[in-house]
């Protein structure tokens, strides 16, 4: 699972990844509102973190411009405005969670399970499907009728992120981005590689769905 952490206070903010990492989430840090909101509007975080007292763009206004740009993404404040009418406020601009500082790491990690959880409930992450292919993503299985093959675990992330977006474009810098993080090395070497990978597991199975190049931008799953 991914996360993105929007909090300006730098120590606070270290200490807070180095307990999501050790959780095994991955995780990118913003350290500012205008930073936040452009890495939060990629949509491609599965739980954002949010304090309301940021430099550039406060809180309230990233919440708001996120959901008014359609960006659906659980977010949860962090904030020392612990009041009940600063709750309210931060509810109402679209915030799904509330948790006032100080707060213990415990229950931090509870309420992101939650979320994640309630993401789950409403979209079943389980099993993607589009065309004649089936994602597994519980048992790593992309099937067609009643022939499967096993994918890696990039390479199960990779076909859930196309699934998520069929007959879209999806540029190779989202990819790596979505992938292996912000911070990464990786290069568009690494995409080309698994995603050969796939198409011949699609061709496997017999798939009519197929993973077509954008020359010059990306790949589009289609049929």
């Known amino acids: 699972m991914k996360l993105l952490l929007i909090e300006d206070e730098r120590n606070l903010s270290d200490a807070l990844v180095h307990i999501l990492k ?70 109402d601009a679209g915030a799904d969670d509330y948790l006032a500082k100080p707060f213990l790491p415990e229950e931090l990690l509870a309420r992101i399970r939650a979320l994640l959880r309630r993401k789950t409930d409403s979209i079943n ?35 859930k992120y196309l699934l998520s977006r069929p007959k879209v474009v999806v540029t190779k810098d989202e990819l790596i981005i979505k992938i292996w993080g912000y911070d990464s090395d990786a290069e568009y070497n690494n995409i080309e590689v698994y995603i050969s990978f796939l198409r011949k597991k699609l061709s496997f199975i017999g798939a009519k769905t197929e993973i077509t190049t954008v020359r010059g931008v990306g790949y589009r799953l289609g049929d």
Do not use: F, H
């Open 125 to 159: 992450e389980d099993i993607l499907t589009y065309g004649d292919i089936t994602l597994n993503i519980s048992s790593y299985e992309l099937s067609k009728g009643a022939k499967s093959v096993k994918v890696s675990l990039k390479e199960c992330e990779i076909m």
């Open 22 to 91: 050790k959780e095994k989430y991955q995780v990118d840090a913003a350290y500012d509102g205008e930073d936040g909101y452009d890495m939060a509007s990629t949509g491609i975080y599965d739980v954002i973190i949010l304090d309301l007292m940021l430099p550039k763009m406060d809180g309230i206004e990233v919440l708001k411009s996120l959901r008014e740009a359609q960006v659906a993404t659980p977010v949860l404040v962090l904030s020392a405005l612990n009041t009940t009418v600063d709750k309210v406020k931060g509810l």
